[in-house]
Nanobody, 121 residues
Framework: QVQLVESGGGLVQAGGSLRLSCAASGRIFSINVMGWYRQAPGKQRELVAA???????NYADSVKGRFTISRDNAKNTAYLRMNSLKPEDTAVYFCTAEIKMAAWSTVRDYWGQGTQVTVSW
């Protein structure tokens, strides 16, 4: 009943930029935190950035100053602008959101299917 769909991944050269989008759809009453995680081959999934409904942001140290997370609450969409990309940013990027489907319901975490970002030399 709720879906998160990511888009915007791809192949880019080191130093380049990409913008990821995450659109939430379905039965949505409210969205609290939206975030981006990534998982590289052989590594654990890690938080990249998160943003609250009030636009408070949090970033992993490895991306501070290079990545910017934002959201459009009217569109239930989050974005991740990635600049100065490095080969070590190569990973599958996943969107997540804390969503209430109704005023009386509990908050649940939802995940997108992931989008591949590959940064080459």
């Amino acid at each position: 009943q709720v879906q998160l769909v990511e888009s915007g991944g791809g192949l880019v050269q080191a130093g380049g930029s990409l913008r990821l989008s995450c659109a939430a759809s379905g039965r949505i009453f409210s969205i609290n935190v939206m975030g981006w995680y990534r998982q590289a081959p052989g590594k654990q999934r890690e938080l990249v950035a998160a943003i609250t409904s009030g636009a408070t942001t949090n970033y992993a140290d490895s991306v501070k100053g290079r990545f910017t997370i934002s959201r459009d609450n009217a569109k239930n969409t989050a974005y991740l602008r990635m600049n100065s990309l490095k080969p070590e940013d190569t990973a599958v990027y996943f969107c997540t959101a804390e969503i209430k489907m109704a005023a009386w319901s509990t908050v649940r975490d939802y995940w997108g299917q992931g989008t591949q970002v590959t940064v080459s030399w």
